[in-house]
Every structure is written in structure tokens, then in C-alpha cells.
């Protein structure tokens, strides 16, 4: 039933018109996260007015030496540490949704952070870590080195018996539970002190942050996303399902490992750096679902630029909210996105 | 058809077993050769094994065998080499997601890039589907966007290009579902109940273009349950039961009043209409 050509010019220039509009939106986001990072480079507990922080930032030289070193290499490493963690959390969030074909997924659903945080116990209350790496470096090192070793022993158990999500969940979700039960055992064991420092750390951090974890941050997230992005296609065939995936050609298996050491790599190394700051694997790929829809060409980039959105107000707030101190990221990041989360849920208006 | 000997042209399944994890669903199961311009239609009662028949055919399945196409085994074959010629439509229809039809179509173009036809020809030409498969050289040059809207076009739902997945009835996201299929013009469409949502229009829509499709030269199976359909549009009838096929010949060989109550328990009467189709009338059970 042909139609007339008319009809094809029309349709053509509708979707230029939805690209082009995607593509403001992710611009949009993108400036909304630099002005997020702006205000979380502005704000602290130290004694810096938010305007001279700001003029800091510009020009170095109009601080002194104490509040320049402040800016530069206490608050916007910190600023920074956010930014790129929610981004990695949330595109890795936004991986696993699609991988596991489920809303509810996040990084943290197979386990990824309860073996970054029993990697963390190990090194916090027993000393047991990776042999030569920099004590400074231990708790980071060995969540990054637990949470990727879960995410090859999940693969490993998913050879048995073929990798489609409902196996992967369940074996995921068993990883979670042997995970958690050998944490509360070293808790148990463990002195005061120590159980301190583990509930802390797990609350999620920026504590450590450092232009060192900046720095790694920025690497992972730059080396991932371009492979993250190459499967971009192959992601949006698999929302429809894997037969219909395998029926396009897509070597779904392949996908799904390829996809899973992507997100350990990202998860592990954002939980390595800030603790488990689990809301925004979840919510920053609804956010970005909810704006750009499911085509992963943007779904992905705007998963990654919700995240660090997200995480970037967070790390604000989770300094302003009690005058004087930093609240754990982790806590504040879930006080923040869920009303912001609701607040688009609910005024969902026609979608882009 | 009766060719046989050394033309080993069209889709032959010989001896294939298929299943899921241990279980076998076809065993020792032979079909074909289906030739270029041909509509062959898979019939039969509920869980007979014609979704794993086809699911075999497109190597979706764990199947053992062999089958061959224009005489290249495909068992065995990667799956981005297989898709390049044969393109499988699964009975499920894609989910109620945020992706327009138009994007939910360009994935299947671009999920896994195939090279220009004009390349791959060579092993799985025969002589009379060239020409066809010719007109395809300029098309697999156009952009995918392009490409992608006359698929939908095709199909006469080009007017829903921009419509949400989610939006769209189930017969519509059929033929999404079919558009899918179409648009990389593969050599053979594989398709599990294309028209089960589809109303009395688009049933003839979908019909015609798989008429078209067949006479472009390429080899075209699907899975329908209206035997009337079957008898009014398909070249061959395959009947399955039980995983075996009982069946397969032109419509009046393999509908006849018998063998339906030996496979459906269903007593009917087969008529040739004044038009000269045949037509299942359902008498009742037993
Ligand atoms: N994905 C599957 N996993 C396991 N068994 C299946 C699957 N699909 C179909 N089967 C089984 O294979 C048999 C044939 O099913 P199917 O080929 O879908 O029949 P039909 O399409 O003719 O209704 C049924 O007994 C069904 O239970
Ligand atoms: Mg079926």
C-alpha cells in the first residue's frame, strides 16, 4: 500500500525534527551539570563565601594559598569524583536495565556492590588486601578487585546454564546473598572502630576524594563509553526481546558478557572511590528513559548525563542541608533524586 | 518440488532435530526444497512444533541436522552470517517500550550492519532470483532512514512512523513486527503468525506483500491458523502434528476433510468456492 511521497517528506522532517530535539536535551543536560558542578565547587564547610570560591575557580590567583588549594584540589576533585561516579553508576544502571530487561536492575542488582563492599570489610577490619598496593590505596583497590571478580564468577555460574536474565538474576541475587551474610559476619568480628569506618564507607563518601580518584574516574568513563555507545543499536534491538535480537543477528550471549564487564568496570570503580551510592544506577537511567526515550543512541549519553546531574546536586546538598557538615552521599543522593524522581513520574506530560 | 538431483537450490531442511535445553520437539523432521517464489504455510494444532520448525530454520533453536540453503549449510553458521539471509519474525510482538516504529525498525537494520548484497552474492545466488536481488543493489545503499519508512510504507503504516511502540494496538505493532523483517530483504522470511492481530484488511495487505515478496525471489514460510488463508494464498501447506510433519503439498492435497479430523478432532467440510479457492467449513467436534 504505497503512499504517497508527500507523506515520506513529512515523516522525514518529524523525525529530523525529534532528533533535533533529543539532541538539545542532552545539550541542555549537559549544561545543567555544569552549572550543578559550578554550585558543588561553591559550597563546603569550610569558611570560603560562595562568591569568592566562584572567582577562585576563574582566577586562582584572587585567593589566597590556603582557599586556592581548597578550590582546586579539595572541592573540585571532590565535584568531579561526583559528577563521574553518577555518570558511571548511572550508565552502568542503564546497561544492566537493558541487559536484564528489567526496570528495577541497577549495577548493584548481581551483587556488583555487596562484593565491593565485602572487598572493603576485608581490607577496613581485617588488613587482608591485595598484596602491593599503596596503603592509601587498600579499601579502593579491593572493593574495585571483589566487585570484578563477582561479575566474572556470575559469568562463570552463567556458562551452566546459558545467560538469559532470569539465570543471571537468580545467580545475581544468591552473589548478593552470600555477599552479605560473609559482611555482617566480618562486622561481627570486627572492633568498634572498624565497624565505624565499614558503615561509613558504605553509606557512600566523597571523603576521599582526591584528583587521583578524579582522574581514574575520568578514565574508566571515557574508555567504556565509546564501546558502551558502538552496542547502542544492538541495546535497542534487545529491549524487543532476545529472539527477536538473535533473529537481527545480534550474538545476544556476547552482547550480554561484553555489556557485564562494562558495567563492573564502571560500577567497581565508582564504589571503589565513593562507597555504595546505590539510588542513582536506578533512577538516573528513568530520568534520562523518561526524557529521551528508549533508543539507546540517546538513552545512553543522557543516562550518563542524568547521573552526574543528579549526583552533582546530591554532593551540593549533602553539604548545605546541615550547616557545618557533609552528610553520606549515599543518604542524600536517595533524599534528593526521589522527590525529583516522583516529580517527573508524576507530571509526565507527552514525552519528547 | 521435484527437482532434486544436482540443483540443491531453495531451503532444504533434512533430518533436522530441534529442541529446547534436553528435550527434543522435532525429531528426523525433513522439509523442502522451498524455492525462490514460493509461499509455504505451516499449519497445525496449538504446540504442534511449527514456532520451533521455523525457529530451527532460522537457527534460534539448539537443532541438529542440516539445513541448507541454496545448497550452503546455515546449521552452525554465526549468527550475524545467518541473519544476512534469512530473517525470522517471532510470534511475540515487540514490547510496549518508549521506541517509535520507525526506530523500533531502523534496529533491525542497524543492530548488526550487513555488508551491500552485491557483495555477499556469489554462494547463494541462483541463476533466476539474480535479477531480483539486483534491484535490492541500490536500496542497500539508501539511507537506513529511507529504507526503514518504505518498509513501513509497504506494509501501509508509514502514517505511524513516529508513533511510540507503546501506542500502537497489537495489530499494528505486528506489523511493525513485519516491517522489521522485511527491511533488510533478506533471501528468506521466516515468520510466526504475521496476521493473528491483523484485521480482514491488513490480513490481504500482509498477503500481497508476501505474494511480492516471493515473486522478487526469495523464499517465503509462515505460521497461520485460518486454514482458509492458507488455502487462498499459499503455493504449499505444511501440516504439523505432534512434531512431525503429516503433510506438505499444495492446498487441496494436504486439506482434505480426513486428514483435518485426524489432526484438529475437528469434523469439516473442504469446498472449492465459485471463485475456485477452497474453503474449511467447520462442521463440530469429533
Ligand atoms: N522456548 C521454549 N522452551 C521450552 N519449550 C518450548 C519453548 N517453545 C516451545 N516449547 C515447547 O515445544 C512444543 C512445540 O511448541 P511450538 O513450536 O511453540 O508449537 P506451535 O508453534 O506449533 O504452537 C510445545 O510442547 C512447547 O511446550
Ligand atoms: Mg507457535
Redesign the pocket.
Known amino acids: 500500500m504505497p503512499q504517497p511521497a508527500e507523506a515520506t517528506v513529512a515523516v522525514v522532517d518529524a523525525y529530523a525534527a525529534l532528533y533535533r530535539r533529543r539532541l538539545a536535551l542532552l545539550a541542555a543536560m549537559l549544561v545543567a551539570t555544569a552549572v550543578a558542578l559550578t554550585l558543588d565547587v561553591a559550597t563546603g564547610p569550610s569558611d570560603l563565601p560562595v562568591a569568592d570560591a566562584l572567582r577562585g575557580l576563574l582566577d586562582p590567583g584572587a585567593l589566597s594559598p590556603a582557599q586556592a588549594f581548597i578550590v582546586r584540589d579539595v572541592r573540585l576533585p571532590a565535584a568531579l569524583t561526583a559528577l563521574l561516579v553518577g555518570a558511571a553508576l548511572s550508565l552502568s544502571g542503564a546497561e544492566m536495565q537493558t541487559i536484564l530487561n528489567n526496570p528495577l536492575a541497577s549495577p548493584f542488582t548481581l551483587g556488583v556492590s555487596a562484593a565491593a563492599t565485602l572487598g572493603a570489610a576485608l581490607a577496613i577490619a581485617l588488613g587482608i588486601a591485595i598484596p602491593g598496593v599503596p596503603e592509601a590505596w587498600l579499601v579502593s583497590a579491593n572493593a574495585f578487585a571483589f566487585a570484578l571478580a563477582s561479575v566474572f564468577l556470575l559469568q562463570a555460574l552463567g556458562r551452566m546454564r546459558g545467560t538469559g536474565p532470569e539465570t543471571l538474576v537468580l545467580f545475581g541475587i544468591a552473589l548478593v546473598f552470600a555477599f552479605n551474610a560473609l559482611v555482617g559476619l566480618i562486622q561481627f568480628l570486627s572492633s568498634q572502630q572498624a565497624l565505624q569506618q565499614l558503615v561509613f564507607w558504605s553509606l557512600g563518601s566523597l571523603g576521599a576524594a582526591n584528583w587521583t580518584s578524579a582522574g581514574v574516574l575520568a578514565l574508566v568513563v571515557t574508555l567504556v563509553f565509546p564501546f558502551s555507545y558502538a552496542a547502542r543499536w544492538k541495546m535497542t534491538a534487545l529491549t524487543m526481546g532476545d529472539e527477536r535480537a538473535r533473529a537481527f543477528g545480534v550474538a545476544v550471549d556476547r552482547l550480554r558478557f561484553a555489556s557485564l564487564v562494562r558495567i563492573s568496570l564502571l560500577a567497581a570503580v565508582a564504589v571503589a572511590f565513593a562507597g555504595t551510592i546505590g539510588f542513582v544506577g536506578l533512577v538516573g537511567p528513568h530520568l534520562a528513559r523518561l526524557l529521551v526515550g528508549e533508543d539507546h543512541r540517546f538513552l545512553l549519553p543522557a543516562s550518563a548525563l542524568a547521573g552526574a546531574l543528579v549526583l552533582s546536586l546530591a554532593s551540593t546538598a549533602s553539604k548545605l542541608v546541615v550547616p557545618g557538615a557533609v552528610l553520606p552521599l549515599g543518604i542524600v543522593t536517595s533524599l534528593v533524586g526521589v522527590p525529583a524522581f516522583l516529580a517527573l513520574v508524576v507530571g509526565r506530560r507527552e514525552r519528547l | 518440488m521435484s527437482s532434486g538431483g544436482v540443483s540443491s537450490g531453495g531451503l532444504v531442511a533434512e533430518r533436522i532435530t530441534a529442541g529446547?535445553?534436553r528435550?527434543d520437539?522435532l525429531s528426523d523432521v525433513s522439509l523442502g526444497p522451498l524455492s525462490s517464489g514460493e509461499v509455504t504455510m505451516l499449519v497445525?494444532p496449538?504446540?504442534?512444533?511449527?514456532?520451533?520448525?521455523l525457529r530451527a530454520l532460522a537457527g534460534l533453536v539448539r537443532v541438529s541436522g542440516s539445513v541448507r540453503l541454496d545448497g550452503q549449510e546455515l546449521v552452525g553458521l554465526p549468527p550475524r552470517r545467518r541473519a544476512r539471509h534469512v530473517a525470522f519474525m517471532p510470534?511475540s510482538l515487540p514490547g510496549s517500550l518508549d521506541l517509535t516504529a520507525l526506530e523500533a525498525v531502523l534496529s533491525a537494520l542497524l543492530a548488526v550492519p550487513q555488508p551491500p548484497r552485491s557483495e555477499s552474492g556469489g554462494s547463494t545466488d541462483d541463476g533466476g532470483s539474480e535479477g531480483s536481488a539486483g534491484s535490492d543493489r541500490s536500496s542497500a545503499r539508501r539511507e537506513p532512514t529511507e529504507r526503514a519508512l518504505t518498509a513501513l510504507a509497504r506494509l501501509g503504516i508509514q502514517s505511524l512512523a513516529m508513533e511510540p511502540l507503546g501506542r500502537l494496538s497489537g495489530g499494528q505493532r505486528q506489523l511493525v513486527s513485519l516491517a522489521q523483517s522485511i527491511v533488510r530483504g533478506p533471501r528468506v522470511l521466516l515468520l510466526d503468525e504475521p496476521t493473528s492481530a491483523l484485521d480482514l484488511r491488513y490480513q490481504v495487505v500482509v498477503m500481497r506483500l508476501l505474494r511480492a515478496e516471493a515473486e522478487a525471489g526469495r523464499i517465503v514460510a509462515l505460521?497461520v491458523h485460518d486454514l482458509t488463508l492458507a488455502a487462498r494464498w499459499a503455493d504449499r501447506i505444511a501440516l504439523?502434528r505432534d512434531?512431525r510433519i503429516v503433510a506438505a503439498a499444495t492446498p487441496e492435497e494436504a486439506l482434505t476433510s480426513d486428514r483435518l479430523r485426524e489432526v484438529y478432532g475437528v469434523r469439516t467440510r473442504v469446498e472449492r468456492c465459485s471463485r475456485g479457492t477452497l474453503q474449511v467449513i467447520v462442521d463440530g467436534e469429533g
Open positions: 529446547y535445553g528435550r520437539v497445525g496449538n504446540a504442534a512444533g511449527k514456532s520451533t520448525l510470534q505460521v504439523l512434531g
